[in-house]
C-alpha cells in the first residue's frame, strides 16, 4: 500500500532504534496520547526494542474508553424506544454502560446496526422513513468533522429522520487538564496524527510553551513512531521544547480549513463528561441550535440516573497515565476482553485491552 | 484512534468519489476535501477524506530518513 | 411452481413434494433417489463423522454461496482427519417469502460442489418458518468419511521441531463476506476461497502420512487454529510475520476496517502441523494442487510457551497472537 509500507520498512527502523539508543542518556517519560498510537506501539513491539531509559505511558486519546457511562447508558435507552434505528461504529457495540452495553440492548430486540461511515446511517435514513436513525457520534477531531458533513449532507438532502448523538470530545484541553492534574511528569508527548490532519500543529504550542513538553505529531506506521520519537529525544536532549511535525505527509501547520469549517459551522464546544476523569470544561462538542432538529439528545431527551463505577475498576488512574493496567487488580482476572469491567479492556485500543491481546507483562 | 488510510481517488461525481486501495474500492465523501483531484492520495477516515497527502512532503520524509540512517 | 417458497412447501405435501423432485436432477445419486427415510450404504474402516451448520449473512457472497460453504464446510471438516468424505446429509430451514430463484441458485452450487469434492448427497429435510423466524435459509450438513490405515491426524499431535504450513492467502472468505454487509458496502476483487480440500489434503498425505495436525481456519481465522493446536498440543508456536502469504487487496481492506487478518475466516484454506523432516515434500505437493499454490511455511512448533503462539514482527519485536474475542467488530479508532 502506497503511503504505507514505506514506513514499514524494518530496515529503517531497525536504524532509527540505533540513532535513538544512540542519542538517549536522559531517563525520560513520553506518552502517546491517541489509543491508535498504543495500538500500533504494541502490535510492532515496540516498547520491547526500545532502550529502557525511555519509559512509554499510554493517555486518554480512546474515544471509546473516555465515553461517560451516563452517556451510553443513553445511548442504550435510545436504542430501547420504538420505531428506532441505534447505527455505531463498531468501537462501541460491546462497551459496557452502568447495567448493559448496545450489544446486549441488540441481544435483547433493539434494532442496533453497526455502519462504516455517517453516510451509511445517511443511507439508511433514506431507506427507513418511517422509522428515526440515531447516530451515536463518538471520536476526537478526526470524526466530528465527517459527522458535521453527514448533518449538513442530510439538511440539504432534507432527511428529517437522521438524528445524531454527540459524544464527540477535542485533544487539546483534555492534554491541559491531565498535565494540570500533576499526577504525571511527562517530557514528551506524541501527538495524534489524524486528529492532527483535521486541526494541525498549532494547537498544541501551549504544551512546548507553557509546560515545556517536546511535541511530535506522529504517522501510525513504526516508521512514523519511531521519527516521532527520535525527534522528541532531541528536543530533550538538547532542552528546546517545541512542536514538530514529523507525519509531514499527512499534516500541514495550519490543519484542514475545510474540515474546521464544517466542523464549527455545527458544533460549538461546551463541557464533557470523561469516563474516570471527570467533568473538563470546552472539551466537547455539541450540535448548535441551528442544528438542533439533527440533534439525538434534543429530540430524544431520555433520563438516565448518575452511573456508578465498577468497584476496583482503575479505568481512570490508566487514562490519566497514572497506573499501568497491570496494577489493577481486576486486570486479567476478573476483567478479561469475554468479560470486561470496564471501558479500557473492551475498546480494540483500550490500554487494558491492548496489554492483554499483545501480552505486556504476561510473564512469558 | 482515527484509523485512516491513504487511498487513491479514481473518480469523481459532486462530492462524491470513489477511492481505491489496491484494488478495495468504495465510494467516499470529498466534503471535508473540495480541493481532492482524480490521482490524488487523500487520508480515508469513515468513508470522508480528511486531508490530502502531500506526494513532496512524503518524498522529502523518505529522503530524510534514508540521510538520517545512513550518516547513522 | 410459485416464485416464492410458502410454509405449505414445508409441510409434507405436493408443493413440498414438487420442490424436492425440483432438486432431483441436480444432486441425483442411486442413494438419494431412493428417497427413503434412511440412507443405507456399506463402509468399511474407521468412520469420520462430522456436522455443521451454516447460517452466513449475505447468503450470496464474492466466489459463492451458502450452498457452496455448506458443502465444503463440512467436506474440510473431514478432510482435516484424514478422511476420504463419502456422504453428506442436507436439511434446508428455509424462512417463508425466500425466492425459488434463489433456492435454485443454493441447490445448483450444492450439486456444483458436491460435485467437484466427489461427494454424494444422499439424505435431505426440508422446513419452512415462519417469517422472522430464520434469515433467509439455514443449511445443515452431517458428512461421513473413511480414515485410511496408519493416519492419525489430531490438533494435539504437534510437537516442537514440527513445522507449521499455511495453505495460501488469509484472510479471502471473511473479506468477501463482510464486503456485502449493509452498513459497510465496499467492493473486493478477491472472492471468498471456498473450496473443497480433500483433494489437498489426499496429495498431502501421498506426499507424507507422517502429518500430526491439519486444521482449517474458519470462523476466528488463522489465530484460532494456531491457538488450538498450541493449547491442545501442550505447545508453543512461534511464526514470522513477514512469511504469512495475504493478498494486498486483503491487506488493504483490513487497514481499511482496522481488522486483524489473523482474525479473519478462511474457507478454502488449512493449517498444518508436519514434522521437519517431511516438512518440504508436503510443501512441494501442495504447491502443485490448485488450492495450494500459495502454500507457505510460517514457523514452528516449539518447546517454549507452551499454550501460546508467539508471532515475530516485521521489526524483530515479538508479539503474543491470541484469540479473537466476540465478533468481528470493524473500527474507526
Redesign the interface.
Known amino acids: 500500500?502506497?503511503?504505507?509500507n514505506?514506513y514499514?520498512d524494518?530496515?529503517?527502523?531497525?536504524?532509527?532504534l540505533?540513532?535513538i539508543r544512540?542519542n538517549s542518556r536522559k531517563h525520560i517519560r513520553l506518552m502517546e496520547f491517541?489509543?491508535?498510537h498504543t495500538v500500533a506501539i504494541?502490535?510492532?513491539?515496540?516498547r520491547?526494542?526500545l532502550p529502557s531509559n525511555i519509559e512509554m505511558l499510554s493517555g486518554p486519546?480512546?474515544?471509546?474508553c473516555v465515553t461517560a457511562s451516563m452517556d451510553l447508558d443513553r445511548a442504550i435507552a435510545m436504542a430501547k424506544l420504538p420505531d428506532v434505528i441505534i447505527?455505531s461504529?463498531?468501537?462501541m457495540?460491546?462497551v459496557p454502560g452502568s447495567r448493559s452495553s448496545l450489544q446486549k440492548a441488540k441481544a435483547e430486540g433493539a434494532d442496533v446496526?453497526?455502519?462504516?461511515?455517517?453516510?451509511?446511517a445517511l443511507k439508511?435514513a433514506k431507506e427507513n422513513p418511517d422509522k428515526a436513525i440515531i447516530f451515536i457520534g463518538?471520536?476526537?477531531e478526526?470524526?466530528a468533522?465527517?459527522i458535521a458533513?453527514s448533518i449538513?449532507?442530510a439538511e440539504q438532502e432534507e432527511i428529517k429522520n437522521y438524528f445524531v448523538l454527540s459524544l464527540h470530545k477535542t485533544c487539546p484541553p483534555i492534554m491541559k487538564a491531565i498535565l494540570d492534574l500533576g499526577e504525571v511528569k511527562l517530557d514528551g508527548i506524541i501527538c495524534?496524527?489524524?486528529?492532527s490532519?483535521?486541526i494541525g500543529s498549532r494547537p498544541y504550542q501551549f504544551l512546548a510553551d507553557d509546560y515545556q513538553i517536546a511535541c511530535a505529531v506522529s504517522g501510525f506506521e513504526?516508521?512514523d513512531i519511531l521519527?516521532a520519537v527520535?525527534s522528541l529525544v532531541e528536543q530533550i536532549e538538547s532542552g528546546q521544547p517545541k512542536v514538530e511535525i514529523?507525519y509531514?505527509?499527512?499534516?500541514?501547520e495550519g490543519g484542514?480549513p475545510?474540515?474546521l469549517k464544517?466542523m464549527d459551522a455545527v458544533f460549538e464546544v461546551g463541557s464533557a463528561d470523561w469516563r474516570g476523569i471527570g467533568v473538563v470544561p470546552e472539551s466537547g462538542l455539541q450540535i448548535r441550535k441551528r442544528y438542533e432538529g439533527f440533534d439525538a439528545a434534543k429530540r430524544f431527551d431520555i433520563k438516565v440516573s448518575t452511573a456508578k463505577e465498577p468497584k476496583g475498576c482503575i479505568c481512570g488512574a490508566v487514562l490519566r497515565g497514572v497506573s499501568t493496567p497491570l496494577e489493577c487488580k481486576l486486570f486479567r482476572r476478573l476483567c478479561t476482553?469475554?468479560n470486561p469491567i470496564g471501558p479500557c479492556m473492551v475498546?480494540?485500543?483500550g490500554s487494558c485491552a491492548t496489554y492483554?491481546?499483545?501480552?505486556e507483562g504476561?510473564g512469558? | 484512534?482515527?484509523?485512516?488510510?491513504?487511498a487513491?481517488i479514481k473518480s469523481i461525481e459532486g462530492q462524491q468519489a470513489v477511492a481505491d486501495?489496491?484494488g478495495v474500492t468504495r465510494e467516499?465523501?470529498l466534503?471535508?476535501?473540495?480541493?481532492a483531484k482524480v490521482g490524488d492520495?487523500v487520508?480515508l477516515?469513515?468513508?470522508?477524506a480528511?486531508?490530502v497527502?502531500?506526494?513532496e512532503?512524503?518524498e522529502?520524509?523518505?529522503k530524510l530518513?534514508?540521510e538520517?540512517?545512513e550518516a547513522? | 411452481m410459485e416464485d416464492k417458497i410458502l410454509l405449505a412447501h414445508g409441510s409434507g405435501g405436493k408443493l413440498m413434494h414438487d420442490l424436492i423432485e425440483s432438486f432431483m436432477p441436480e444432486l441425483a445419486n442411486p442413494i438419494l433417489e431412493k428417497l427413503d427415510d434412511s440412507a443405507v450404504f456399506d463402509v468399511s474402516g474407521r468412520l469420520a463423522f462430522t456436522t455443521d451448520s451454516y447460517t452466513v449473512n449475505p447468503i450470496f457472497f464474492p466466489g459463492g454461496d451458502i450452498g457452496r460453504l455448506a458443502v465444503c464446510g463440512t467436506v474440510n471438516d473431514l478432510a482435516m482427519s484424514g478422511a476420504k468424505p463419502l456422504y453428506l446429509s442436507l436439511a434446508f430451514i428455509i424462512e417463508e417469502g425466500l425466492a425459488v430463484a434463489d433456492l435454485k441458485k443454493i441447490v445448483g452450487s450444492i450439486a456444483e460442489a458436491a460435485g467437484e469434492a466427489g461427494v454424494k448427497i444422499v439424505t435431505g429435510d426440508t422446513k419452512v418458518v415462519n417469517r422472522g423466524s430464520a434469515d433467509k435459509i439455514f443449511i445443515n450438513t452431517a458428512g461421513v468419511g473413511i480414515v485410511p490405515e496408519g493416519v492419525n491426524i489430531s490438533a494435539a499431535k504437534a510437537r516442537p521441531g514440527d513445522k507449521v504450513i499455511i495453505s495460501g492467502n488469509i484472510g479471502d472468505h471473511g473479506i468477501a463476506v463482510l464486503s456485502k454487509r449493509?452498513?459497510?458496502?465496499?467492493h473486493t476483487p478477491v472472492p471468498s476461497d471456498c473450496a473443497p480440500l480433500n483433494g489437498l489434503v489426499a496429495d498431502i498425505l501421498a506426499a507424507s502420512k507422517d502429518i500430526h495436525s491439519l486444521r482449517d481456519p474458519t470462523r476466528g481465522g488463522l489465530a484460532v487454529t494456531l491457538n488450538d493446536f498450541a493449547r491442545q498440543s501442550k505447545a508453543g508456536i512461534r511464526i514470522d510475520e513477514d512469511t504469512i502469504p495475504m493478498n494486498?487487496a486483503v491487506?488493504?481492506a483490513c487497514?481499511l476496517?482496522?481488522l486483524d487478518p489473523l482474525h479473519i475466516a478462511n474457507e478454502g484454506k488449512l493449517a498444518a502441523a508436519v514434522p521437519v523432516e517431511n516438512a518440504e515434500r508436503v510443501l512441494a505437493a501442495m504447491k502443485r494442487n490448485k488450492y495450494g499454490r500459495d502454500a507457505a511455511i510460517i514457523g514452528e512448533v516449539v518447546k517454549e510457551?507452551p499454550g501460546?503462539v508467539?508471532m515475530k514482527?516485521?521489526?524483530?519485536?515479538?508479539?503474543?497472537i491470541?484469540m479473537p474475542?466476540?465478533e468481528l467488530?470493524?473500527?474507526?479508532?
Not at chain 1, 509531514?248 to 500541514?252: A, F, I, N, S, T
Not at chain 2, 466534503?31 to 480541493?35: A, F, N, V
Not at chain 3, 467488530?329 to 479508532?333: D, E, K, T
Request: proline content about 6%.
Open positions: 500500500m502506497k503511503y504505507v514505506e514499514r524494518p530496515e529503517l527502523g531497525k536504524k532509527l540505533e540513532r544512540r491517541c489509543g491508535g504494541f502490535k510492532h513491539g515496540l520491547q526494542l486519546g480512546c474515544p471509546v447505527t461504529f463498531g468501537d457495540v460491546r446496526r453497526i455502519v462504516y461511515s455517517a453516510q451509511d439508511m463518538i471520536g476526537f478526526t470524526t468533522p465527517t458533513a449538513l449532507q495524534p496524527g489524524h486528529v490532519a483535521v513504526p516508521v521519527l527520535d514529523t509531514r505527509r499527512g499534516v500541514k484542514n475545510a474540515a464544517l476482553p469475554e475498546s480494540s485500543e492483554y491481546q499483545y501480552g504476561s512469558r | 484512534m482515527c484509523l485512516a488510510i491513504p487513491l486501495i489496491e467516499i465523501s466534503q471535508l476535501t473540495p480541493e492520495y487520508l477516515h469513515t468513508g470522508y480528511i486531508g497527502i502531500d506526494a512532503e512524503a522529502e520524509t523518505l530518513l534514508r538520517m540512517t547513522g | 449493509e452498513g459497510l458496502k465496499f494486498k491487506m488493504a487497514e476496517l482496522g510457551h501460546q508467539v514482527t516485521s521489526l524483530g519485536a515479538s508479539r503474543i491470541d474475542v466476540g467488530l470493524p473500527r474507526i479508532c
